[in-house]
């Protein structure tokens, strides 16, 4: 026998024992586990401030640790620092390039970074001596679109490519110091839990998988999805992931049990899953769809309690704010006043500005 | 998905496969179970969930108030 024919059956055989592997644990189901627990009551969230500014789609946005502000990246080619509170811009940044599609905010709130078409992340120091804010590296290795990226801290951020790998970049010195290959198709997403540990990452080859970022190897796989994995987010206490995907489902995946407990889909819902945020407990899953409605799933009982809906509600970007208080979403409208919502005094904000089809 | 067909890509696939297959897995019931009672225990701090009074939103407009 060849060592192609080999490695082929040893392969198989691999599949076979982790399948089987999964199976053995699964002793339980989660909708068994919470068969007693009522679903969740009707959600309905209000508006209650409008961030206006931007020029074109709004692609990105990313809460800052502080809650209270956020970066927004927008194809009108800025990044804008809002003061969600006051709604006043705290930055607007000229971007090199303006097909950006990602953007995050460190933790520290030193820095903010974005990419897109251009294949590079860019960060900019938000602190520096003088007030203003300039570019202060530009990561290129990437040989594909940046879909996404995340700090790990001032010194350390991970990025995810249309070229099918995740980079750990050294900001200070600007280059790579780890690559995550595996993934067969491109990098849509990924997400970091609070340790910085891992990180999880969603492809076009319709899998979900967990890194190891010190020993950059891939320790789990997610399969499941029947279409390209678009949004990828933690569940709060780090034992789970959800995501979101152009097979118009969500999934959770529980990482220690090493498989999917549930999926998020109704018949009514035929388009994509673009992206998903958790709420601060878990309960509540935010997603955004292709049809720009967002929908607000009980994620215990798999059930849809409420939509952040009106025609011309737009969504192409959702983001819960670290202490669970407010859902910011990035979306494109024209010229509407706000939207209200009627019902309980729950909190969700809007970033709106000019409509423009786009891609 | 099919791997590629070339020899160092399948040596990758299966040293891949070999590390994903060796890894712990607890049970569906304690991973279910701690699921739930995560959600259950940080419910009330959720506000998205359960609302907050109307005094401590920071996000809401203070209502203005009228001596008469």
Known sequence: MGEMEQLRKEAESLKDQITAARKA????????????????????????????????????????????????????????????????????????????????????????????????????????????????RELAAHTGYLSCCRFLSDSEIITSSGDCTCLLWDIETGTQKTTFAGHLGDCMSLAVPGDFKTFVSGACDFTAKLWDIRDSNCTHTFSGHESDVNAIAFFPNGNA??????????????????????????????????SIAPSLSGRLILAGYDDFNVNIWDSLKAERVGVLAGHDNRVSCIGVSTDGMACCTGSWDSFLPSFSFKGQDNVMRLCKQNKQQYL | MSSNSNLPSMRRLVEQLRLEASVERIKVSQAAAELQQYCLLNATKDALLVGVPTGSNPFREPRSCSLL
């Open chain 1, 241 to 274: 992931v959800i995501t979101g995907s152009d097979d118009a489902t969500c999934k959770l995946f529980d990482l220690r049990s090493d498989q999917e407990l549930i999926t998020y889909q109704d018949s009514s819902i035929m388009c994509g899953v673009t």
């Open chain 1, 25 to 136: 644990v699964a002793d339980a189901t989660l909708p068994d586990t919470v068969s007693s627990t009522a679903v969740v009551g009707r959600v309905q969230l209000k508006t209650r401030k409008t961030l206006r500014g931007h020029l074109a789609k709004i692609y990105a946005m990313h809460w800052a640790t502080d809650a209270k502000l956020c970066v927004s990246a927008s194809q009108d080619g800025k990044l804008i620092v809002w003061d969600t509170l006051t709604t006043n811009k705290v930055n607007a940044i000229p971007l090199k390039s303006s097909w950006v599609m990602t953007c995050a905010y460190a933790p520290s709130g030193n820095m903010v970074a974005c990419g897109g078409l251009d294949n590079m992340c860019s960060i900019y120091n938000l602190k520096g001596k003088d007030g203003n804010v300039k570019v202060m």
